[in-house]
């Protein structure tokens, strides 16, 4: 398990949702096969997951928001639930007990990879 590279994970009812980028899964524990749950309009980037205040699971993908609704199949998933506008980069989505916070700027020059964000630490680089 699995039998690709993970670029975002989150146990979440359950169950340990996971990317490789191109597509979502997520996998029971302890881990079995992988069920796709997400795959169209996924972008090719990392895929760090934050459970809602509706205990949805929501995501940075490129210009959009995604939003996972259910662990077991596709329906009701979302890569593009929200639309931050052309030219924005989605890098994290937090939910702090209050508010859901969307972190996005318009610099195409830093990757996901080099500016991580956390609840806990701040801008990290």
Known sequence: FPSHDIEG????????????KQNIYSNDVPATSDTLILTTNVEDT????????????YFPNGQYVGRI???????????????????VRVRQVLYDGNYVIIIADRNPSVTLGTAWFSPDAGLQL
């Open 9 to 20: 994970a989150i146990y979440h009812k359950g169950k340990i949702v996971h990317s490789n």
């Open 46 to 57: 990392e895929h760090p997951f934050t459970i809602g205040p509706n205990q949805d699971l």
């Open 69 to 87: 609704t259910s662990l077991t199949g596709t329906t009701g998933n979302d890569a593009r639930a929200l639309n931050m506008g052309d030219g």
